[in-house]
């Protein structure tokens, strides 16, 4: 830019500085764990909502995994690795000396650097600050960056708002980034922050091509446009293709956008990128003053956006510069053949409608979530736990989980780095997690729906994973036993903390069909004597023959919650079969599968039922079973019931001396001398939960993953173990789990079974549940919480708030939503409630 031009320009963004109170700026934000230089390498935070997809902050600054266009994209950075990634850049400028331009991010590790062709990593050309540290309380990222040899330190700030009872305010597909540049100096600085971005429309990482290098290559842009827009105090360019087909589904728009009232230059194309000449010219044009020129003329099928805005700050102090990255991408297929949709699209035209519609929204959105995470953080509840619970509630807003068109909420179990892991919101997974539920409960709704009005046939059947569309849902005939017995322990559950008599009015007929299949003649319980024998298809993706306890206290967990909805239904016959059944199978397996230390698997024959003598020369065993082996999940169905309210599924003191006997014999400390010929999510020095221990011997051929540590089940034992009064030995086993993803070796935003953020691992929330013994039914308006003292957040997934507990005092306070409550306990000692409705932002104090 010429002289007279950059003069002009710089009394224009003065002039507009008196204009900054239009600019929404993020407050403080809470920091729950902190990550040094050493350990930013995995950490990647995921920002999206609830089915929008995400693209991640990782933990030097740089944007990656991009995974906005219906499709999962681990180390996905929308280029062939180089210079061409998008990124964000710093420009600097003091009275007396020359500019500096510098990459937004930090510095590179030392086994970064090689690579055959010079390009080890994007933005390898770039100048980068010397220091980088990140700051984690989920959904808030923060990174900080620092260099002795320039006048500046940043922070960046990234979030997407996260309002527990409000999915529509959770499922929001926007990246809010704000960078707050504080000058160090002495003098004022010119500052320039710009954000630049290739029009990937169309590249979803799914077509690609090699080269002669082997080097892959994104492919799928066509005819992809860039335009700037204004509208109101928001200025930015609208990205979207004249080419690609609209039913691909990387077909969308995005925006890149900013209401910051310094001085906003921008371009919507740089140079043809023949030989990196457009990242040259792109550098070339910043780093002259800071100050983008738009060009006559787009170049490429993906031409390169770029939005800066440019501000002055004086010494020692902070200016920030927020940016917002919106998409919009409808043609969602997931494991459908056709385009089922996307529930946040239909809310929107297109990427600038989605800006125009959230981000004057966005001082409400942010507060609501400080809200959230701020109560939750101040609780009482140990670290570990608020990270495990937090940390892994970006499950909920990765490719793991979307929204149909209607509504209903859908999941893989997890995803690998370019596709979805194992289909159709597999049942026998989605058992175990309760964030949903207890954070969103009219998503979790929507599950139950798929569950029985979908995926359930006629004679009861539920297939375990739902087909696409919906209207194929049933088709298959794939049933799980302990998939089909959490469903009916949840729908009980989603019944109790909705109040929603007319929800189980209109299932119940479904629930008693998905119960009812279990006494299918030589089904798993044919003979209806309370036990399952059949054939039983679980979790370990193997079939089961012969009681086992992993089955069996999901039945019994059933059996209690059909017997509790049964009651209500006034299905007393019905109500009483059912509590025969459990009185019967309960005594059973105390009798027949407690060792004296742990639940044992008894092994039948598949075709006579009939028990195998396991110490029999001629013994034979059907291959992939459990036997004498101590299963870390042998008492989910008792998680599971502690959490809905249900009671013991079993003898008190055999419950007790199960979880004791899991930690003696299923917690290693090290695992540097384990052999494993499975899948290794614990290594070295690490410690865990093994899925299986054999301390009476194992079988020849045991489930396949008895060797693994996966911390779904980890965090199921360890609940398991905090109500049974297993404190300590709890949370030494959580801590092992948020040890391992330090940052370094993994993403603590991501925790991996068959695919990263695996759905399981929001099991953690439990934990949350467990500690403060929390139990609400809005069918009974009653509420319940330890008598220990301290101060615990609680969510009944429509209202939220905390409990402070000291002495003989209660103060019951609600933060979102209304609570309807008549009665509160508080470890032994019940009160009536003298205001029954208790409102967001009021608070009732209760003397016990």
Same mark, same amino acid.
Not at 404 to 420: C, T
Not at 482 to 503: H, N, V
Not at 579 to 602: A, I, P, V
Not at 725 to 737: F, K, N, P, R, S
């Given at each position: 830019?010429?002289?007279?031009?950059?003069?002009?320009?710089?009394?224009?963004?003065?002039?507009?500085?008196?204009?900054?109170?239009?600019?929404?700026?993020?407050?403080?934000?809470?920091?729950?764990?902190?990550?040094?230089?050493?350990?930013?390498?995995?950490?990647?935070?995921?920002?999206?909502?609830?089915?929008?997809?995400?693209?991640?902050?990782?933990?030097?600054?740089?944007?990656?995994?991009?995974?906005?266009?219906?499709?999962?994209?681990?180390?996905?950075?929308?280029?062939?690795?180089?210079?061409?990634?998008?990124?964000?850049?710093?420009?600097?400028?003091?009275?007396?000396?020359?500019?500096?331009?510098?990459?937004?991010?930090?510095?590179?590790?030392?086994?970064?650097?090689?690579?055959?062709?010079?390009?080890?990593?994007?933005?390898?050309?770039?100048?980068?600050?010397?220091?980088?540290?990140?700051?984690?309380?989920?959904?808030?990222?923060?990174?900080?960056?620092?260099?002795?040899?320039?006048?500046?330190?940043?922070?960046?700030?990234?979030?997407?708002?996260?309002?527990?009872?409000?999915?529509?305010? @959770?499922?929001?597909?926007?990246?809010?980034?704000?960078?707050?540049?504080?000058?160090?100096?002495?003098?004022?600085? !010119?500052?320039?922050?710009?954000?630049?971005?290739?029009?990937?429309?169309?590249?979803?990482?799914?077509?690609?091509?090699?080269?002669?290098?082997?080097?892959?290559?994104?492919?799928?842009?066509?005819?992809?446009?860039?335009?700037?827009?204004?509208?109101?105090?928001?200025?930015?360019?609208?990205?979207?293709?004249?080419?690609?087909?609209?039913?691909?589904?990387?077909?969308?728009?995005?925006?890149?956008?900013?209401?910051?009232?310094?001085?906003?230059?921008?371009?919507?194309?740089?140079?043809?990128?023949?030989?990196?000449?457009?990242?040259?010219?792109?550098?070339?044009?910043?780093?002259?003053?800071?100050?983008?020129?738009? #060009?006559?003329?787009?170049?490429?099928?993906?031409?390169?956006?770029?939005?800066?805005?440019?501000?002055?700050?004086?010494?020692?102090?902070?200016?920030?510069?927020?940016?917002?990255?919106?998409?919009?991408?409808?043609? #969602?297929? $997931?494991?459908?053949?056709?385009?089922?949709?996307?529930?946040?699209?239909?809310?929107?035209?297109?990427?600038?409608?989605?800006?125009?519609?959230?981000?004057?929204?966005?001082?409400?959105? !942010?507060?609501?979530?400080?809200?959230?995470?701020?109560?939750?953080?101040?609780?009482?509840?140990?670290?570990?736990?608020?990270?495990?619970?937090?940390?892994?509630?970006?499950?909920?807003?990765?490719?793991?989980?979307?929204?149909?068109?209607?509504?209903?909420?859908?999941?893989?179990?997890?995803?690998?780095?370019?596709?979805?892991?194992?289909?159709?919101?597999?049942?026998?997974?989605?058992?175990?997690?309760?964030?949903?539920?207890?954070?969103?409960?009219?998503?979790?709704?929507?599950?139950?729906?798929?569950?029985?009005?979908?995926?359930?046939?006629?004679?009861?059947?539920?297939?375990?994973?739902?087909?696409?569309?919906?209207?194929?849902?049933?088709?298959?005939?794939?049933?799980?036993?302990?998939?089909?017995?959490?469903?009916?322990?949840?729908?009980?559950?989603?019944?109790?903390?909705?109040?929603?008599?007319?929800?189980?009015?209109?299932?119940?007929?479904?629930?008693?069909?998905?119960?009812?299949?279990?006494?299918?003649?030589?089904?798993?319980?044919?003979?209806?004597?309370?036990?399952?024998?059949?054939?039983?298809?679980?979790?370990?993706?193997?079939?089961?023959?012969?009681?086992?306890?992993?089955?069996?206290?999901?039945?019994?967990?059933?059996?209690? =919650?059909?017997?509790?909805?049964?009651?209500?239904?006034?299905?007393?016959?019905?109500?009483?079969?059912?509590?025969?059944?459990?009185?019967?199978?309960?005594?059973?397996?105390?009798? %027949?599968?407690?060792?004296?230390?742990?639940? !044992?698997?008894?092994?039948?024959?598949?075709?006579?039922?009939?028990?195998?003598?396991?110490?029999?020369?001629? =013994?034979?065993?059907?291959?992939?079973?459990?036997?004498?082996?101590?299963?870390?999940?042998?008492?989910?169905?008792?998680?599971?019931?502690?959490?809905?309210?249900?009671?013991?599924?079993?003898?008190?003191?055999?419950?007790?001396?199960?979880?004791?006997?899991?930690?003696?014999?299923?917690?290693?400390?090290?695992? @540097?001398?384990?052999?494993?010929?499975? #899948?290794?999510?614990?290594?070295?020095?690490?410690?865990?939960?093994?899925?299986?221990?054999?301390?009476?011997?194992?079988?020849?051929?045991?489930?396949?993953?008895?060797?693994?540590?996966?911390?779904?089940?980890?965090?199921?034992?360890?609940?398991?173990?905090?109500?049974?009064?297993?404190?300590?030995?709890?949370?030494?086993?959580?801590?092992?789990?948020?040890?391992?993803?330090?940052?370094?070796?993994?993403?603590?935003?991501?925790?991996?079974?068959?695919?990263? %953020?695996?759905?399981?691992?929001?099991?953690?929330?439990?934990?949350?549940?467990?500690?403060?013994?929390?139990?609400?039914?809005?069918?009974?308006?009653?509420?319940?919480?330890?008598?220990?003292?301290?101060?615990?957040?609680?969510?009944?997934?429509?209202?939220?708030?905390?409990?402070?507990?000291?002495?003989?005092?209660?103060?019951?306070?609600?933060?979102?939503?209304?609570?309807?409550?008549?009665?509160?306990?508080?470890?032994?000692?019940?009160?009536?409630?003298?205001?029954?409705?208790? $409102?967001?932002?009021?608070?009732?104090?209760?003397?016990?």
């Amino acid at each position: 830019m010429n002289t007279h031009l950059r003069k002009w320009s710089l009394l224009l963004f003065f002039a507009v500085g008196s204009l900054s109170a239009q600019e929404w700026e993020p407050s403080v934000w809470p920091t729950l764990k902190h990550y040094d230089k050493d350990h930013l390498f995995q950490v990647a935070l995921p920002l999206g909502g609830i089915g929008t997809g995400t693209v991640s902050l990782g933990g030097r600054g740089e944007l990656r995994d991009w995974e906005i266009m219906n499709v999962p994209g681990k180390k996905y950075s929308t280029v062939t690795t180089g210079n061409n990634a998008p990124f964000f850049s710093i420009y600097m400028k003091s009275q007396d000396k020359a500019p500096v331009a510098t990459l937004l991010e930090g510095p590179l590790y030392n086994y970064e650097y090689m690579h055959y062709e010079g390009r080890p990593v994007n933005h390898h050309g770039f100048p980068r600050f010397a220091e980088a540290s990140f700051d984690g309380a989920y959904p808030f990222g923060q990174v900080n960056l620092s260099d002795a040899a320039l006048p500046v330190t940043v922070k960046i700030k990234g979030f997407n708002p996260l309002i527990p009872g409000d999915a529509d305010a @959770s499922g929001l597909p926007v990246a809010v980034l704000a960078y707050e540049v504080t000058n160090t100096g002495d003098v004022p600085l !010119e500052v320039s922050v710009c954000g630049s971005m290739r029009n990937f429309v169309g590249k979803d990482g799914s077509k690609f091509r090699t080269d002669w290098k082997g080097d892959y290559i994104p492919e799928g842009a066509k005819k992809n446009r860039n335009e700037y827009r204004e509208s109101g105090n928001r200025k930015g360019i609208y990205l979207y293709t004249e080419g690609v087909d609209e039913q691909d589904p990387a077909w969308g728009t995005m925006a890149l956008t900013t209401s910051a009232t310094g001085q906003v230059s921008y371009r919507t194309s740089s140079k043809a990128d023949s030989w990196n000449n457009a990242i040259l010219n792109f550098w070339d044009d910043f780093s002259d003053d800071g100050v983008m020129m738009e #060009r006559k003329e787009s170049a490429d099928e993906d031409p390169m956006a770029s939005l800066a805005v440019k501000k002055m700050i004086a010494p020692r102090n902070t200016e920030t510069f927020v940016f917002y990255l919106t998409w919009n991408f409808p043609n #969602r297929k $997931a494991w459908s053949s056709t385009v089922v949709g996307n529930y946040y699209s239909r809310q929107y035209k297109d990427a600038w409608d989605v800006a125009e519609k959230i981000i004057p929204r966005m001082r409400q959105l !942010e507060e609501e979530t400080l809200l959230f995470v701020n109560s939750f953080l101040n609780s009482s509840y140990p670290e570990t736990v608020k990270e495990a619970a937090l940390f892994n509630l970006s499950t909920l807003r990765s490719q793991t989980v979307f929204r149909l068109p209607s509504g209903h909420l859908m999941g893989w179990e997890g995803v690998m780095d370019r596709f979805g892991s194992c289909q159709g919101s597999c049942t026998h997974v989605w058992n175990y997690e309760v964030a949903t539920p207890f954070l969103f409960g009219d998503l979790a709704r929507t599950m139950r729906d798929v569950e029985f009005n979908y995926a359930t046939k006629e004679n009861g059947l539920m297939n375990f994973r739902a087909n696409l569309p919906l209207s194929e849902a049933a088709k298959g005939n794939s049933a799980a036993a302990d998939g089909q017995m959490g469903c009916i322990m949840k729908m009980y559950r989603e019944w109790q903390l909705s109040g929603d008599d007319a929800f189980l009015q209109q299932n119940w007929g479904q629930v008693k069909k998905a119960l009812s299949y279990a006494w299918t003649e030589k089904g798993w319980d044919g003979n209806q004597d309370g036990v399952m024998e059949g054939s039983q298809h679980n979790t370990m993706d193997v079939d089961y023959f012969g009681p086992n306890p992993q089955m069996g206290f999901w039945y019994m967990g059933a059996l209690r =919650a059909a017997e509790e909805m049964a009651l209500a239904m006034k299905d007393k016959s019905f109500a009483k079969k059912c509590r025969l059944l459990f009185e019967q199978g309960s005594k059973w397996m105390d009798e %027949h599968l407690f060792n004296g230390e742990y639940y !044992e698997h008894r092994i039948t024959d598949p075709k006579t039922f009939e028990f195998i003598n396991m110490e029999a020369a001629n =013994a034979n065993i059907p291959a992939f079973q459990l036997g004498k082996g101590c299963l870390v999940d042998q008492l989910v169905g008792q998680y599971m019931a502690h959490i809905c309210g249900l009671g013991y599924l079993g003898d008190k003191k055999h419950i007790r001396t199960t979880m004791e006997s899991i930690m003696k014999y299923n917690y290693v400390s090290d695992f @540097s001398r384990h052999f494993n010929n499975m #899948r290794s999510y614990v290594m070295g020095d690490e410690a865990g939960l093994l899925m299986a221990s054999w301390p009476k011997g194992r079988l020849e051929v045991p489930f396949p993953y008895f060797a693994e540590v996966m911390t779904g089940f980890e965090y199921c034992a360890a609940v398991g173990m905090m109500y049974e009064g297993m404190t300590e030995e709890a949370l030494t086993c959580i801590g092992a789990i948020r040890d391992r993803f330090d940052g370094a070796r993994r993403n603590p935003f991501s925790e991996p079974e068959c695919g990263h %953020h695996y759905a399981r691992s929001m099991a953690s929330w439990a934990s949350v549940i467990a500690l403060s013994d929390f139990h609400y039914s809005a069918v009974d308006k009653k509420m319940q919480f330890t008598s220990v003292p301290g101060n615990y957040f609680w969510s009944n997934g429509y209202a939220w708030g905390t409990c402070r507990i000291s002495g003989d005092e209660v103060s019951l306070t609600v933060l979102k939503g209304k609570l309807g409550i008549e009665r509160l306990s508080v470890g032994d000692v019940t009160v009536k409630m003298k205001k029954k409705l208790i $409102a967001a932002g009021e608070s009732e104090t209760i003397k016990l």
